[in-house]
C-alpha cells in the first residue's frame, strides 16, 4: 500500500516529535563530557640548589636529602668534578654530576665554567625525563666580574611528548651590572625558544636589585620571598625559581627548606604545567 503526500508528512512529523521526546528523556547524544579537574595540568616539582661544591656535606648526604625531596628536575650551582681542594679533602677526585644522578637516579646535564683545582667547576641540572637537548652559553664577563659564568639551556620532554625549557644559572657576585648584563644576555639567548620555560639558581642579586625587578620583570618568580643565604642565619634572597608564559604555569605550593648541607638553603616549587 502507497502512502500520499500527505500521509508521508504527517509520518515524519509524527517521527521528529518522538526524536524530540526521546532526548528530553536522554540527551547523552549531543552531551559534551566535562574535564575533569586536574586533566589538563601537568605536575612538577622543582628544586634549586648551591651546593657550594660540597664543603659542608658528603656526596651521599647531598644524593638522600635530593631524593627526601623527591623532585622532578633539580638546578645546581657550584658544582665541582673531580677537583683537588685543600679545604674539602673529603670531596677530592669526585665526579659530582655523575655520581649525583647515580645515587639519585637522575640524568644528568652539566655544564663547565671554569678550570679549577686539577677539575672544573659549573652547574648542572637532574632531571627524571629526558633531556631532548642541551645547550651551554658563556655569560658575559665585563670590568669587575670575578670568574666565567654560564647558563645551562635544556629541552626537556615529558610523558605524552609535551616538552618544555629548563636554565640553571649561577650568575656573578660582584656587582649588579654584571648581573644585569648576564641577565639580559640569557634573555637574548632564550628568545628564539618556544616551549614554555622555567629558568632556577643562584642569581645573587636581592629582589629589588636591577637584574631581578627589571631583568626578570617578563618572568613570574614561582618560589616565595623566603631569605636563602647563609643557611644558618638567613638574611637575603638571592636564589629563585622563574617561569614564563605565566598562562601556561600555575604554582601549587612553594618552600625555602631549612637544611645545613650548603651556605645556601634549597628553594623548591610545586607547579603545574598548563598541557
Same mark, same amino acid.
Given at each position: ?27 547523552? =547524544?549531543?552531551? *559534551? ?8 595540568? $601537568?605536575?612538577?616539582? #622543582? @628544586? &634549586? ?58 640524568? =644528568?646535564?652539566? *655544564? ?8 672544573? $667547576?659549573?652547574?648542572? #641540572? @637532574? &632531571? ?66 618556544r616551549h614554555p620555560m622555567i629558568i ?76
Amino acid at each position: 500500500m502507497y502512502l500520499n503526500v500527505k500521509e508521508k508528512l504527517s509520518f515524519r512529523e509524527l517521527i521528529a516529535v518522538l526524536v524530540l521526546f526521546l532526548f528530553q528523556l536522554n540527551p547523552f =547524544t549531543i552531551t *559534551a563530557q566535562p574535564v575533569k579537574k586536574g586533566e589538563d595540568l $601537568y605536575p612538577l616539582t #622543582i @628544586l &634549586s640548589y648551591n651546593l657550594r661544591f660540597g664543603e659542608l656535606a658528603s656526596l651521599e648526604q647531598l644524593a638522600e636529602y635530593i631524593k627526601k625531596e623527591n623532585p622532578d628536575i633539580v638546578a645546581l650551582q657550584e658544582v665541582d668534578v673531580k677537583t683537588n681542594r685543600p679545604a674539602v679533602p673529603h670531596q677530592n677526585g669526585k665526579d659530582f654530576i655523575t655520581e649525583l644522578g647515580y645515587h639519585t637516579g637522575m640524568l =644528568t646535564a652539566y *655544564a663547565k665554567t671554569i678550570d679549577f683545582s686539577g677539575g672544573y $667547576y659549573g652547574i648542572g #641540572i @637532574l &632531571s627524571k625525563y629526558p633531556f631532548i637537548k642541551t645547550e651551554k652559553i658563556m655569560l658575559p664577563m665585563i670590568e669587575g666580574a670575578k670568574e666565567q659564568r654560564a647558563a645551562l639551556i635544556t629541552d626537556i620532554e615529558l610523558p605524552e611528548g609535551k616538552c618544555f625549557t629548563f636554565i640553571s644559572t649561577h650568575l656573578d657576585h660582584s656587582t649588579s651590572e654584571v648581573r644585569q648584563a648576564q641577565v639580559k644576555a640569557i634573555n637574548k639567548a632564550l628568545k628564539k625558544k618556544r616551549h614554555p620555560m622555567i629558568i632556577a639558581g643562584d642569581f645573587n642579586g636581592r629582589p629589588d636589585s636591577p637584574e631581578i625587578k627589571e631583568g626578570m620583570k617578563k618572568w613570574k618568580q614561582a618560589c616565595n620571598p623566603d631569605y636563602t643565604i647563609p643557611a644558618d642565619n638567613p638574611s637575603a634572597k638571592i636564589d629563585y625559581i622563574f617561569y614564563k608564559p605565566s598562562d601556561r604555569w600555575k604554582t601549587v605550593s612553594s618552600s625555602t627548606p631549612s637544611i645545613d648541607l650548603s651556605d645556601h638553603l634549597p628553594v623548591k616549587v610545586e607547579i603545574e604545567l598548563y598541557r
